[in-house]
């Protein structure tokens, strides 16, 4: 798999030795690979990552140099290693109950990246320099060759709804009473549907089927055991960061889609003149404007335009902004995580009624997923995706109930969100 000329190999082996990780060096290896899940699916180690950005970047790693586990240590952790990145994020609500296994709060800095884009493949293996030359040498030798990935699903049947329909109805009416939509204009609420496989799930290979229907959506996976994972293809930003330069976006508001362009094209016309819709994209990117105002200048907000994705469509406002210098990431994921295209308004409102109300915990699912740097940053908003627990997959869905919301129309937006994995699962 690594094509590397034997002499530069030899000479990076055997090469000088310093045992200093605070001033760590990497080295880099150009390499050929076809796909990179189907990479990741050979390699043994415990800690495993994917990330997809929307600009074509995939990064697969490896491994855990460093594990942060706290918000408030990040910008620490970049001063220490200004070239390197720290993967993970963080769940919806780290005051709640988290799932076995996912922290609250994680970021990796990985012990081997394979970073590929249109241009260039490259193998990294991070603090080279301390390593002996037999470490390297076994480190090397642990690399498997890509497998190739093969999605048969196995029966998945449905075991169980939470909330089940009739509970939905009662929540979303508990939310649209003129009362509480006083207190909380907006609440995401959302669905946890259990399935159970009759073998062994292949998430990766799934993961690789999903990310090829919705290609132009952030993809992502966690693991931090053998069998557990959780892995999503999703099409909001959270935040993308170069230097003191935000993108972020206001992604909220559904309509239906159609596999026909014309009558597609007429049901986004619909969705963009859609009140209750346009409202409940309005709150989101009210929210972030807000949020924005002391840490940054120049806050432009596009016209709003549509998202298409496979069987709906969105409402996006596109918003960029230019950092006041000294904005932390750990600044901007207090600020807009969670946003209240998956919490509510007011956020710490909505976060209540859900934590009360809702029954399953959230955990990774509406969290902030990608990787922190000092040069760039960029995460996704983890929706579109599956939490496998060994034969168990659960996939979540939610959906922004405002005034004017139908239980009986929310709960079919919650199917068309699920729709594109569900027919992968053959359920
Ligand atoms: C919370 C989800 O979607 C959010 C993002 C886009 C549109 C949404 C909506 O129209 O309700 C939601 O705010 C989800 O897919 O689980």
């Not at 690979?33 to 990064?59: C, F, I, N, P, T």
């Not at 002996?132 to 049947?157: C, D, G, M, V, Y």
């Not at 929540?171 to 609420?189: E, G, R, Y």
């Not at 399953?360 to 760039?376: E, P």
Request: net charge neutral; with cysteine; charged share 20%.
């Amino acid at each position: 798999m690594l094509m590397i000329d034997p002499k530069q190999l030899d000479r990076a082996i055997w090469g000088k030795q310093e045992n200093k990780l605070p001033t760590m060096q990497s080295i880099k290896f150009p390499v050929k690979v076809h796909s990179a899940l189907g990479w990741l699916a050979a390699q043994s180690d415990m800690y495993k990552g994917y990330w997809q950005d929307r600009e074509g970047e995939k990064v697969c790693y490896l491994g855990a140099l460093i594990k942060i586990t706290s918000l408030s240590d990040i910008s620490s952790y970049l001063a220490q290693y200004p070239e390197q990145r720290f993967y993970g994020g963080v769940t919806f609500d780290q005051t709640q109950p988290q799932w076995p296994g996912f922290p609250a709060c994680q970021f990796i800095l990985p012990q081997i990246e394979l970073r590929l884009n249109d241009d260039e493949q490259w193998l990294y293996i991070h603090n080279w320099q301390s390593m002996s030359a037999e470490q390297r040498i076994a480190t090397l030798k642990s690399l498997r060759s890509e497998t190739k990935l093969r999605w048969q699903s196995p029966q998945f049947k449905l075991v169980a709804q939470h909330p089940s329909q009739p509970m939905w109805h009662s929540l979303v009416n508990s939310v649209t009473q003129a009362d509480a939509l006083k207190a909380c204009p907006k609440v995401v609420l959302a669905r946890q549907s259990i399935y159970q496989a009759n073998e062994h799930i292949n998430a990766l290979a799934l993961l690789e089927q999903w990310q090829q229907l919705q290609p132009d959506n952030y993809a992502f996976y966690l693991s931090n055991q053998p069998d557990q994972s959780f892995f999503g293809v999703p099409p909001e930003r959270l935040y993308q960061r170069l230097g003191q330069s935000l993108a972020t976006e206001a992604l909220a508001g559904t309509g239906q889609s159609s596999e026909q362009q014309h009558t597609r094209a007429k049901l986004g016309q619909k969705l963009l003149h859609d009140t209750k819709n346009n409202h409940e994209n309005q709150f989101v990117a009210d929210a972030i404007y807000q949020a924005l105002t002391s840490m940054s200048q120049n806050i432009q907000i596009a016209p709003m335009q549509l998202v298409e994705q496979r069987h709906l469509q969105h409402l996006c406002q596109k918003i960029t902004a230019q950092l006041h210098p000294h904005t932390t990431d750990t600044d901007l994921l207090t600020a807009l995580h969670p946003t209240p295209a998956v919490a509510g308004l007011p956020r710490v409102k909505a976060q209540h009624y859900l934590a009360e109300h809702e029954p399953f915990d959230r955990g990774w699912y509406a969290g902030a997923v990608g990787f922190i740097s000092q040069k760039k940053s960029d995460f996704t908003v983890a929706i579109r995706c599956a939490h496998q627990n060994q034969q168990q997959l659960s996939v979540y869905a939610g959906a922004g109930i405002v005034k004017g919301s139908e239980a009986q129309s929310e709960w079919q937006e919650l199917q068309r969100k699920s729709a594109t994995i569900q027919g992968l699962l053959n359920v």
